[in-house]
């Protein structure tokens, strides 16, 4: 008998070292790349530009299995990755703010957040898996013509953007009505920019817009006016300007990232499934955290890749 109990003890630690080997921990790689995934509706029926509530919410439960982690955008431009280690950053955004991506229901109760909108889906989804995290930015249009103003719910706008904030989403600039910014000259420009700003700065008065994503991924003749500048007496100031493509971004550690070019991966199947697999079949080139957002964790074969100037304090270790 008691031959049989220790047999059983030697089999069940047997078992359990077998299932730690097979989990493999992802090492440390803070020069990998990040994928920036640009959505746009989230509605019926699946189309080029449509994702449908169901696969949404199906693409956070892929990324979540394979160990992805939301990351704000803000933290990305600021070097500052505090994830788990062996896990890796995905960053959420949403261009041309419609109605899919936020709608509220009217209940008896008062409002409630439509459970099929990319908003309640994110919301349902961190709440059954809080390590997931919370963070997506929404590239809105606050002068558009409907379906595309701010989510299409007039009398609810405001508090749409007061919500997005006190959750610590982020807004960011998309212009004021989607202008091309290519089309036009500096006045036009700097006022599509400054615009969009006072127009959703009525609603979140304190609120810094950090990120402008471009318009059919135009730039303007002049980057620098997309930058910062001002107009009709209101400065902006854009840390990052965001690309419609492109595929997966460097690290924010890496020498060739660069945030006046981000490229982004649109989240449609397609291209989804093309860059997990992509990771999947090269481990190294993907970014995976080190658990510490004091340092950055680099293999030593790619020092060369590191850029200089990192962002202040971070300590570079070696591997
Ligand atoms: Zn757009």
Known sequence: MRLLVVLFLILTAALLLASFAAAEPRLPNE??????LEYHKVDYPEERWTRTPENFRRDLETLHARGYRLLALNDLLDGRIALPAGTTPVVLTFDDSSPGQFRYLEQAGGLEIDPKSAVGILETFTRERPDFGRAATFFVLPGAASPNRLFNQPAHEGRKLRHLVSRGYEIGNHTLWHANLGKYDEPVVRAQLAEAQVWIQRHVPDYRIRALALPHGVYPKSVE??????????????????MVAGGAAPSPFARAWDPVRLPRIQAIERELAGWLAYFEKHPDERFVSDGDPGTVAIPASRRERLRSGLPGGLKVVER
């Open 31 to 36: 020069l990998g790349r990040v994928m920036i």
């Open 225 to 242: 006016w997309a930058l910062r500048g001002s107009a009709k007496g209101t400065a902006y100031h854009h840390d990052a300007v965001l």
